[in-house]
């Protein structure tokens, strides 16, 4: 087995250009998922991929319909290797917009390498991470010897909340059967961090809408004496959090899993410390429960954000309107033992308690997800954090991550797969931003890491 490891290692120093070549292709497809203009070059994506996976000889390769309306999921498998185990990989090719447009140094779908850096959108997040999957995978079965089965599911709604792809996963769930699922999703805490995320927050979406006046009126002839929906909506949502930064729904902690002493350790030892928050950021000073470290804050601890506000007039110039409608989206990020659906029933409370009768409300929810929590006792665990180790030369961190990612829960709740959760983007990638980019040196020392988890796996 060390032998085919090193073939496969060598295979992949020597084929490095043409991964690269590759990722540039795939990256010049502008696969934005949240529009429908955009949706041929969704599926142009796809058949990318199922191309792909063709060229390198995986076989029954389907670009599998999610619905009428929504992004296919792309399907594969090698299954030549009975007795070994089956590892599915997991990714997505779909992508964020590029706005705004003006902030790009180089266009967005128009892959440049300046210095040790790629840029275009979905470099990083994750068509990236996809094709040091697929690098990986390749090295393996160019070694002659490859260690494991493999599997694919490759969506193209990830960005768009994973719309249909719970459907998907259980008309499908014994196609996707498998051991473990690799999902190359969550990315390193720093170019020297390798990391594995084994916890995940999960996500209630809502929309809050406040009502006034049937029309928007004259503010001089009506202000005063109508209540001004934005003022409203705003009053509510400076509310929704006390000053020391806890939120204020009915019973929002009661469910909350409390940090292990073993989990407060490990956070400490995390470089992620009050000043990389900082520096990350731009802020001049950090918020949120003082009890509580920076990267428990995020990782796991439960928050309440604004996303957006919306109300009356907004354009250049000034209109004195007093408007008959607000807006905010709310997202809460959800740790064990919480749920969307109580988190929305909270929210309905506080709605019911605090809104004033000047006003009417609305409440609907857009998305939810839930949490997930690894066993890192697992063999999938063991198998990355030995690949990374052996690359990195150091333990990888152990972090619960505050984002949320639909494939692992969708997996692990309608086909019993369960995810190990890692990836080569750094925090500093710009993600979802203007000049999306990904550090190649990282991204080639991850497809290595990968190719010894094969190997470690298959053992």
């Known amino acids: 087995m060390t032998d085919a490891l090193n073939i496969a290692l060598n295979y992949a120093h020597q084929n490095a250009d043409r991964f690269l070549a590759d990722l540039k292709d795939v990256l010049a497809i502008p696969s934005i998922s949240t529009s429908d203009e955009y949706k041929p070059e969704v599926l142009r994506a796809a058949v990318w991929m199922a191309d792909q996976l063709r060229g390198m000889g995986i076989q029954n390769v389907e670009i599998m319909p999610t619905s009428e309306k929504g992004h296919p999921v792309v399907f594969g498998e090698w299954l030549k290797k009975p007795g070994a185990p089956t590892v599915l990989v997991y990714g997505h090719y779909d992508v964020q917009p590029p706005d705004p447009l003006e902030l790009w140094e180089t266009p967005p779908f128009q892959p440049t390498v300046r210095g040790d850096k790629l840029y275009a959108r979905g470099s990083s997040d994750m068509k990236g991470q996809v094709i040091a999957s697929l690098a990986a995978i390749e090295s393996a079965l160019k070694s002659g010897q490859m260690p494991v089965n493999v599997k694919f599911m490759l969506e193209g709604e990830e960005e768009i909340g994973s719309e249909h792809l719970g459907d998907f996963i259980k008309k499908n769930a014994k196609k996707l059967s498998a051991d473990v699922c690799i999902n190359t999703d969550a990315g390193m805490i720093g170019a020297d961090h390798p990391t594995i995320t084994y916890g995940l927050r999960g996500l209630c979406y809502m929309e809050l809408r406040v009502y006034g006046p049937s029309k928007d009126l004259h503010s001089g002839l009506f202000g005063g004496t109508v209540h001004n929906p934005a003022q409203a909506l705003t009053e509510l949502v400076a509310g929704m959090h006390d000053k020391s930064g ?32 900082l520096e990350q950021t731009g802020v001049p000073a950090l918020w949120g429960e003082p009890e509580f470290m920076p990267n428990e804050r995020v990782g796991a601890r439960p928050t309440l954000e604004v996303n957006g506000l919306l109300s009356g007039w907004t354009a250049l110039g000034s209109k004195t ?4 409608y607000a807006m905010a989206k709310i997202s809460c990020r959800l740790v064990p033992d919480q749920t969307p659906e109580e988190t929305f029933k ?14 009417r409300w ?13 066993d890192l006792n697992g063999d999938g665990v063991k198998a990355m954090s030995d690949g990374l180790e052996k690359v990195w030369g ?21 086909a019993g797969v369960e995810s190990v959760l890692t ?37």
């Open 246 to 277: 806890r939120v204020t729904l009915p019973g929002f902690y009661k469910k909350v899993r409390r940090l292990t002493p073993r989990e407060r350790a490990a956070f400490k030892k995390l470089p992620t410390t009050k000043k990389f928050f």
């Open 394 to 414: 150091k333990q990888p961190f152990l972090v619960r991550e505050g984002g949320s990612i639909g494939a692992v829960v969708l997996l692990q709740q309608y």
């Open 362 to 374: 609305e409440l609907i929810s857009l998305h939810d997800a839930g949490t997930a929590i690894t």
């Open 346 to 359: 909270q929210m309905q409370a506080y709605l019911k308690t605090k809104a004033p009768k000047t006003i």
């Open 423 to 459: 990836g080569f983007g750094l925090p500093e990638d710009n993600v979802h931003s203007p000049n999306e980019h990904l550090h190649l040196p990282t991204w080639y020392k991850g497809i290595d890491a990968l190719i010894h988890f094969l190997y470690n796996f298959g053992k």
């Open 321 to 324: 309107v007093l408007p008959a």
